[in-house]
């Protein structure tokens, strides 16, 4: 077992706890290294599988969902539709996950931060949306590992909706436009993209985690 510990992953911290004179169990400490090496194995197989189907991996899984003789060409035929499937399956969970966290926190956040909006800030017109609600919340869970949530503050305007962190305008890191007929987003230092839902956002969380690192 390898542990970075200027970055430790939620799931070893069970695994260091076991190293603590209190808990110090060697046969507990050998199983679990063991089932640690296995899982790090699978999880870079199928990584090296989902960026590039190895022939073995693309005819086993062909012959789960293919009646018809398994070519040579026809596993060329399949490899890209693997891929593909492969990649809509991971981003469909997340987007189930993100769905699911909107769920239970964006009314109750809705509540909180218009509150908080029109007791510190004149309205001006300017009307919170609960999409760019929505756009703050899937901002901080794409976000999480790489700053404090409370650290990143909302700043409506009549032209985008702004976060930033420490509540400084000067550190601001992302910019959510909604248009009549689509919807961008502006990450600082990446650029402009255009998205169809405010899930998408998680979709850019290597830019998210760029800006924030050159920012915070």
């Not at 693309?58 to 969902?65: D, E, G, R």
């Not at 976060?163 to 990446?190: G, M, P, S």
């Given at each position: 077992m390898t542990i970075d510990l200027t970055n430790i992953k939620d799931n070893q911290f069970l695994e260091l706890a076991k190293f603590h004179k209190e808990n110090f169990d060697v046969d507990k400490i050998t199983s679990s290294a063991a089932?640690?090496?296995?899982?790090?194995?699978?999880?870079?197989?199928?990584?090296?599988?989902?960026?590039?189907?190895?022939?073995?991996?693309?005819?086993?899984?062909?012959?789960?969902?293919?009646?018809?003789i398994k070519t040579k060409s026809t596993l060329e035929k399949f490899s890209p539709i693997i891929k593909k499937g492969f990649n809509q399956f991971i981003t469909e969970r997340v987007n189930e996950k993100l769905s699911a966290a909107l769920n239970t926190s964006v009314e109750t956040k809705t509540i909180d931060e218009s509150e908080e909006l029109s007791e510190n800030t004149p309205n001006n017109g300017i009307i919170t949306t609960p999409e760019e609600?929505?756009?703050?919340?899937?901002?901080?869970?794409?976000?999480?590992?790489?700053?404090?949530?409370?650290?990143?503050?909302?700043?409506?305007?009549?032209?985008?909706?702004?976060?930033?962190?420490?509540?400084?305008?000067?550190?601001?890191?992302?910019?959510?436009?909604?248009?009549?007929?689509?919807?961008?987003?502006?990450?600082?230092?990446?650029?402009?993209?255009?998205?169809?839902?405010?899930?998408?956002?998680a979709l850019y969380q290597n830019e998210i985690k760029q800006a924030i690192e050159n920012h915070k």
């Open positions: 089932e640690l090496k296995y899982l790090n194995n699978l999880k870079n197989f199928l990584s090296d599988n989902l960026n590039d189907p190895t022939e073995g991996f693309v005819a086993y899984l062909v012959s789960q969902i293919y009646d018809g609600l929505e756009a703050f919340t899937v901002f901080k869970v794409a976000s999480k590992d790489f700053i404090d949530p409370s650290r990143l503050y909302y700043r409506d305007t009549k032209s985008y909706f702004g976060i930033l962190i420490d509540d400084n305008n000067r550190k601001w890191v992302f910019r959510f436009y909604q248009k009549a007929t689509k919807n961008l987003i502006e990450i600082r230092d990446a650029g402009t993209f255009e998205i169809d839902t405010t899930i998408d956002i």
